[in-house]
């Protein structure tokens, strides 16, 4: 059903004759410290692309768009576009940039598993995962240039998942290089969490309504179940957050 919705947004139009929704460009907040290129390099560069094949880029098909706040600096959020490839049913592989455009900066990775993979890690590994449902059911997390339907469905399928994700390179605070270690990110999940602006901004850029994907998701409600991690960062925040409906910690129902 997924691939003939997704398929159906590339062609124009979804199952239902909805017209594919453009997706707004978003520039990489830096450009990298470095010369610029020189003739031989870029005559190297338009070889490769004749002579060589490049099959784990081509495969990184899905397109969505979210915000992370750094699990250990809460106040530390980024916009992150995800490019992923569904391995299989329950496990997904995204790189994450800056932005959409071919110059975009890879700024980390994700991994992204169902309720049923994380059920199954053992309990000092699953600290490092975050909860989706927050990020769904708030209409935080969008996939770009998709029909309602199409939406709806990869959204659906995403409901009860956990991330894995690692940021290595803060573009948005003006680093021109990937300074530092590695920072695990977590996800929002109460309203508020985010800084002022900071969906605001990406909706008026992109085009799109976080509020409308929001009341349109609420029918997942039902199936959304309570996660691991969605209290992590309650508190962690300087201003006043209220709780997403829906989005509940599996400690507060034990």
Request: net charge neutral.
């Amino acid at each position: 059903m997924l691939g003939a919705l997704l398929l159906g947004a590339c062609t124009g139009a979804g199952e239902t004759g909805q017209t594919v929704r453009p997706a707004g460009e978003t520039a990489p907040a830096v450009r990298p410290e470095g010369s610029p290129k020189r003739l031989s390099t870029r005559a190297l560069e338009a070889g490769a692309r004749v002579l060589q094949r490049t099959p784990p880029p081509q495969t990184l098909d899905i397109y969505i768009v979210g915000f992370h706040p750094m699990r250990h600096d809460p106040t530390h959020q980024m916009e992150a576009h995800h490019f992923c490839r569904q391995v299989n049913e329950d496990f997904a592989q995204c790189a994450l940039y800056d932005g959409n455009t071919p110059d975009a900066n890879l700024t980390g990775i994700e991994f992204i598993i169902s309720e049923r993979l994380f059920q199954q890690l053992p309990p000092a590994e699953r600290r490092y995962w975050h909860p989706h449902n927050g990020e769904i059911l708030s209409g935080q997390l969008v996939a770009p240039g998709l029909t309602d339907a199409a939406d709806a469905e990869l959204m659906r399928s995403k409901l009860n998942s956990y991330g894995k994700t690692w940021h290595v390179w803060s573009t948005d605070r003006g680093d021109r290089l990937p300074f530092g270690e590695p920072m695990l990110a977590w996800s929002f999940n109460r309203d508020g969490e985010a800084r002022p602006g900071l969906v605001e901004d990406r909706d008026r850029r992109m085009g799109i309504s976080t509020e409308d994907r929001r009341r349109a998701r609420q029918h997942f409600l039902n199936a959304a179940r309570p996660q691991e991690g969605v209290d992590a960062l309650r508190g962690a925040f300087p201003w006043p957050t209220t709780p997403i409906p829906g989005v509940v910690d599996s400690g507060a129902v034990r």
